[in-house]
Each structure stands twice: as structure tokens, then as C-alpha cells.
């Protein structure tokens, strides 16, 4: 039952020291204002790395460069091991295949309204990765019952609950067999259980091998879930290390200001 | 006693001897109103789209032509079509200035409900479509479109009846439709207020049924009902994989 989610996932994990993601020197402004300032980041292949930080600190632009949602003003992008991205310019030569490669998961989850819970997972399978409908269909329910809403498959997003809706986006994303997971701020929408679900859905994907790149405010979860944390402010990587490390024992006194600050709260 | 003396009046008008005539005139309406429908919801969506454009170059001309045809009466642009345009050298049949004067005049109006529908669609849907991989081609046909669709359906509904009425104007230009065969009748007649009143009860006889139909249709889009073969197979088969595999 869990072999299919991970297939591709796991070839990557075979080779755990090669990075992932790697990020080299990376900047972006918008309007004049500078909110990436030069940023180095290796994320592990089948590793779980959160992204904490204030609002406005560059931690989803940072994210949204790795599919190239974002164009980089500067820097160095690979993704397993091909540069998408150099100078400001884009040197991935196929957009497509690059975000089939690297699904992303949305803080309001995205889905399309006009489509059931099945059709939103087959939809990019047939258009964006030339599948056809009798496999994209299979997998598609596949894919829903690992999640655990075989039952909801043809259920409309606005009858769904946040988590479930939550849960089929990432089914929709895990539909093109990504090595890559973004998920901003997946969990802000959602109730504790539904965080719940969503949190069980994450682990079992890393433990097929799925990388994870995660921005969070959420800092009971973003311990939870990950390996690896990287605090963000100005734009620029304040501390990163292991979970626990960072949100238990930070060095930096912006990081503990800021992880005082979301531990009363969160 | 004058409703005696109207419904009299009715039995004096030989309507057997003008079955025909509101027959055909009838099937003219449709005519005119379907042809005019179809393009002007087409330059409609082309309008729209060309003012959600970037560029002021492309959204400019779109808004302009907009603005002018929804501020001239329906009969000006007519009169303008069918009895101007001859002296430019530019001569129409009645059909054609007809349909193109609809098109002209309805597409303004058109254009603007497509425009709130498409501009209505959360950017996330786009974004959504980005990170999928989907072309910029696809995300519009797959994912914006259907969804503005939906939004404009009760105001494209509404403009579907108003074109189908508004086409009786097109009695100015003798186009043989259905007010045009009514000024037939009343003239050789001289039953004016019989004969207008059966148009006018025949004209609510098709506009009454087509608006509840399309009412029902957008019933039927909001309660979910999948209207595309395709989506009823896909849908379809992934039923009867859940049913057997789960």
C-alpha cells in the first residue's frame, strides 16, 4: 500500500549525501527592496528542512525560487544536480518538467474549485505530463487512498475540510512524482487535528524518501516534522541545525527573540 | 365592455392566413438572436481578455470600444450599420447589418461580465496551475475558464434573453422577423392591439421557457454536475476503482 507514493523518492534517497536542493548566493528585490540577501542553503536529499522567520523575512520567497515561481535577481540554483537558475538568469530549459520535479503545497491549499478531489490530482497528470486518463485516473485514486480520502474522491473542495483539502493538494502535487516537496505554510489554515492529519501524511513521506522544503510559523510542528532549521530574517540565514538545536537551544539573540515570541503564541 | 369588444377583435384577425408569416418570423428571431449571440461572445471574450492584458496598448483600444457601445442606443448603431455605412461604399443585407449591429452592441456588454468572471478567479488558481507545470495555454482553458464561466453564467443569461428581445428593434430595418411580421398584420388588419398583444404573448412564450432553462442550468453547474463527457467518464472510472480496489 505504501510503495507507489515513494517510488522515485526513494531512488534519491540511495544517495543521501548528495544534496537536493542546493542554494548558492541567492538574492531577490522586488521594488528596489532587497528581501533575499545573498543566501546559502544544501538541503539533504530525504530530509525534512523547515524554513522559521518573520513575515516579510524572505523565507517564502526563498521557496518559491526552488520552482522558480520566484526569478532569482543573483545566485546559483541545482536541483538534483542541474542548475535551473544562474545569474538572474533561468537555465532550466523545461519549466514543466522542472515543477513535475518539484511539486509545492499552498498555505490555502489552491485546489481547483470546479474539479472533484480525483480530478484535481489527475488534471496536471494529463495536461502538464502527457499521462493518459486511464493511468492518470488509477493513480490518482491511488494516490487519494494513501492519503486516506479514497472515500472523499469525488467529493468537491468546498465540502472538504481543511485538512482534507490540504491532503488532496498534496496528492495532487505527489501526482507527477516529484523528488521535491515546497509547502508553504501548509498547516496556518488548519485546525490542531486537522495539522494532525496533514503531519502524518508528511512523516510517511519522509520515510519513503520524500525532500521537504517547509516554511512554518508553526513551531511545535516545524519540531515535529523536521530535520534540519534554518531562521530567517533581513533576508539573510541567521542560524540553521538540527530541530531541536535551533528551537531549544538557539544561539543567536534574534532567533530566541523570535522562537520566545512563537512559542507563547504557537 | 372594451374587453368584449378586444376579444371579439381577436376572432376578426384571419390568423390561420398568418401562421406562416409568425412562423417564419419566428424562426428569423432565433436566427438573428443565436448568430448574434455567438459572435458577440466571442469579441466579448476577446475584449475581456484584451483588458486584463498587461500591456496599456492592448487593454486601451478594448476599453474604448467598450465604453462607446454601451453608451449609443441599440437603434443608433443599427441605423448607423444598415443605412450609413451604404454611403462609404460598404453595403450589408439586412442580416448582416442586423447580426452585426447585435454583435457590436452586446459584446460591449458582454465583455464586462467576462471581465469581473475572469479578473474574479484568485491569483492562487494561476499560481496553483504554475507549480503544476501547467502552460499558460492549459491554465486558462482547464482551470480559469471553466471557473469564469461560472461566475458569468447568471449575467450572460440575462443578456441572452435581453439580445433575443432587443432583436424586434431590427422592425426598423424591415428584417422579416417577428415584430416585423406583427406590423404586417396590424397593417393589413387594422388590429393593432390584438395583433401586438399575440407577438408580444409569443415573445414571452420563448423568452419565459429559455431563461428558466438557463436558470436551471446554472442550478444544475452549482450543484457539481459534471456536463462534460469526459469528466463523467473520468469520474465514472475512478468510482469503479474505488469500488473494486478499496
Known amino acids: 500500500m505504501t510503495q507507489h507514493i515513494g517510488n522515485v523518492a526513494r531512488e534519491t534517497s540511495a544517495i543521501v549525501a548528495k544534496p537536493a536542493v542546493t542554494i548558492h548566493g541567492l538574492k531577490k528585490s522586488f521594488d528596489g527592496r532587497q528581501v533575499l540577501g545573498g543566501i546559502d542553503l544544501d538541503v539533504p536529499a ?10 516579510g523575512g524572505g523565507k517564502t520567497t526563498l521557496m518559491r525560487c526552488v520552482n522558480l515561481l520566484e ?6 540554483i541545482e536541483v538534483n544536480g ?11 530549459k523545461d519549466l514543466a518538467k522542472l515543477r513535475q520535479r518539484v511539486g509545492m503545497v499552498f498555505q490555502r491549499f489552491n485546489l481547483f474549485p470546479h474539479l472533484t478531489a480525483v480530478e484535481n490530482v489527475v488534471l496536471a497528470q494529463m495536461h502538464a505530463a502527457g499521462i493518459g486518463e486511464r493511468e492518470a485516473v488509477e493513480r490518482a485514486v491511488r494516490l487519494l487512498q494513501r492519503v486516506g480520502l479514497g472515500h472523499r474522491a469525488t467529493a468537491y473542495p468546498e465540502r472538504m475540510s481543511g485538512g482534507e483539502q490540504q491532503r488532496v493538494a498534496i496528492a495532487r502535487a505527489l501526482a507527477l512524482g516529484p523528488t521535491v516537496l515546497l509547502f508553504d505554510e501548509p498547516t496556518s489554515a488548519l485546525d490542531p487535528e486537522s495539522t494532525g492529519e496533514v503531519l502524518r501524511v508528511m512523516r510517511e513521506l519522509a520515510r519513503d524518501g520524500m525532500t521537504m522544503i517547509l516554511v512554518t510559523h508553526e513551531l511545535p510542528f516545524a519540531r515535529e516534522v523536521s530535520d534540519w532549521v534554518v531562521f530567517i530574517d533581513g533576508g539573510k540565514i541567521i542560524e540553521q541545525g538540527a530541530a531541536t538545536d535551533v528551537l531549544d537551544r538557539p544561539r ?11 512559542a507563547a503564541s504557537g | 365592455m372594451s374587453l368584449l369588444h378586444t376579444f371579439t377583435g381577436f376572432l376578426q384577425v384571419p390568423w390561420s392566413d398568418y401562421a406562416s408569416n409568425i412562423g417564419w418570423g419566428l424562426l428569423r428571431t432565433l436566427a438573428y438572436t443565436i448568430a448574434s449571440f ?4 466571442a469579441l466579448g471574450l476577446v475584449l475581456a481578455l484584451m483588458r486584463l492584458n498587461r500591456l496599456r496598448l492592448v487593454r486601451l483600444p478594448a476599453a474604448l470600444y467598450t465604453e462607446i457601445f454601451k453608451n449609443v442606443p441599440l437603434l443608433a448603431i443599427i441605423f448607423v450599420t444598415y443605412f450609413g455605412l451604404p454611403s462609404v461604399g460598404v453595403k450589408l443585407s439586412v442580416f448582416v447589418a442586423g447580426v452585426l449591429s447585435l454583435i457590436f452592441f452586446y459584446a460591449a456588454y458582454l465583455s464586462e461580465i467576462f471581465r469581473a468572471a475572469i479578473g474574479g478567479i484568485h491569483s492562487g488558481q494561476n499560481e496553483a496551475a504554475q507549480a503544476l507545470g501547467l502552460g499558460r495555454g492549459t491554465t486558462f482553458g482547464h482551470v480559469v475558464l471553466p471557473q469564469a464561466l461560472r461566475l458569468a453564467l447568471p449575467g450572460t443569461n440575462t443578456m441572452f434573453v435581453d439580445l433575443l ?8 430595418i424591415s428584417a422579416a422577423e417577428l415584430m416585423t411580421q406583427a406590423q404586417l398584420i396590424a397593417s393589413e388588419t387594422f388590429r393593432a392591439l390584438e395583433v401586438y398583444l399575440v407577438i408580444a404573448a409569443i415573445y414571452f412564450a420563448v423568452c419565459y421557457p429559455v431563461s428558466q432553462c438557463l436558470l436551471w442550468l446554472e442550478r444544475t453547474i452549482h450543484a457539481g454536475v459534471p456536463l462534460s463527457i469526459g469528466r463523467r467518464r473520468r469520474l465514472k472510472l ?7 480496489g478499496a
Open chain 2, 165 to 172: 428581445k432587443s432583436t424586434s428593434l431590427l422592425v426598423t
Open chain 1, 71 to 76: 526569478q532569482p535577481d543573483d545566485g546559483v
Open chain 2, 238 to 244: 475512478a468510482k469503479t476503482l474505488l469500488a473494486g
Open chain 1, 46 to 55: 530525504a530530509r525534512i528542512v523547515s524554513i522559521i522567520g518573520q513575515s
Open chain 2, 38 to 41: 455567438v459572435g458577440a461572445a
Open chain 1, 252 to 262: 543567536e539573540a534574534r532567533t530566541r527573540a523570535y522562537v520566545a515570541k512563537y
Open chain 1, 82 to 92: 542541474e542548475t535551473i537558475c544562474a545569474r538572474g538568469a533561468v537555465t532550466c
